[in-house]
């Protein structure tokens, strides 16, 4: 079975990134990736970007990945955006390797309902590239979850329903509230990264995480959003055969085609059905 992973970061190689890696036993590289996505059955990857709007910046074995510009909070001046972001932005939308937007309002703190963000919704749109949010728990205690919670998502794609998102994370651990915000609105996906962490001894971990587990499946199955449901790694935090082996676990086997290959390519456009 071919796999795409729809959500993973690729950083410039320093020493907190390789250990990052390392812990997982990885390396940060793409072509450390390429080896492994080769023996795993990972065709193709979609980068979520950080740093820079640059769009020399972005430069990535084509073969391999599409890639997400992201709006961090790494790229803020002043405490606001740079005042030509939405050009910037535009310029990543038109190049083929790009296949959406990336937003981070937890670590920005910005709404998603600020107008900040309505010229980026707008040429979402336009180049009918989808805007994937990241979602519930952040990676450091400086960023704000009321930003990041499901529901605020909501009014941001009721408002603009021309523009595609993609929850990230499911908005873990807002269950309940992700998978309201999915069933209510047809504009919205999500993929199924980042919910481990580090190295897992999976039969343990589905045996002391029972509660946390049955919850994840029951809100996935409520839903019933299998042609917008993504696999998704968040690598470099988890092994990627562990994380791959966890999915299937979480996911029914009916499902595995469409949430592991069919719906990413088609949600981010990428083209691979037919190569």
Excluded at 80 to 91: S, T
Excluded at 156 to 185: I, S, Y
Aim: proline share 6%.
């Amino acid at each position: 079975m071919k796999l795409i992973d729809a959500h993973l970061h690729l950083f410039p190689k320093d020493a907190e990134t390789e250990e990052l890696a390392r812990q997982v036993g990885h390396r940060n590289d793409a072509g450390h990736l390429r080896k492994v996505y080769g023996e795993l059955g990972i065709v193709h990857g979609i980068v979520m970007g950080n740093h820079s709007l640059d769009p020399d910046y972005h430069q990535y074995p084509k073969d391999l990945f599409h890639y997400c510009i992201g709006l961090d909070s790494s790229i803020q001046d002043g405490g606001g955006f740079p005042r030509n972001y939405a050009e910037l932005v535009e310029e990543n939308l038109k190049r083929d390797g790009c296949c959406g937007v990336k937003l981070y309002p937890g670590y920005s703190r910005v709404w998603l309902t600020d107008p900040l963000y309505e010229p980026i919704y707008r040429l979402a749109a336009r180049y009918n590239k989808p805007v994937a949010v990241h979602m519930g728990l952040t990676a450091f205690p400086g960023a704000v979850l009321k930003y990041a919670h499901p529901l605020v998502l909501d009014e941001a794609a009721a408002d603009h329903p021309e523009t595609r998102f993609v929850m990230c994370h499911f908005g873990n651990p807002f269950l309940e509230a992700a998978a309201a915000v999915m069933g209510k609105n047809p504009n919205v996906s999500a993929d199924l990264s980042g919910l481990l962490e580090g190295r897992t001894d999976l039969d343990r971990y589905f045996q002391e995480q029972a509660g946390y587990v049955f919850q994840l499946r029951a809100w996935l199955a409520a839903v019933g959003r299998w042609d917008g449901i993504m696999f998704g790694t968040d690598w470099p935090i988890v092994n990627l055969e562990e994380y791959i082996r966890f999915i299937r676990r979480l996911v029914p086997e009916a499902h595995w085609e469409p949430v592991f290959f069919r719906n990413a390519d088609r949600i981010y456009g990428l083209g691979l059905s037919s190569s």
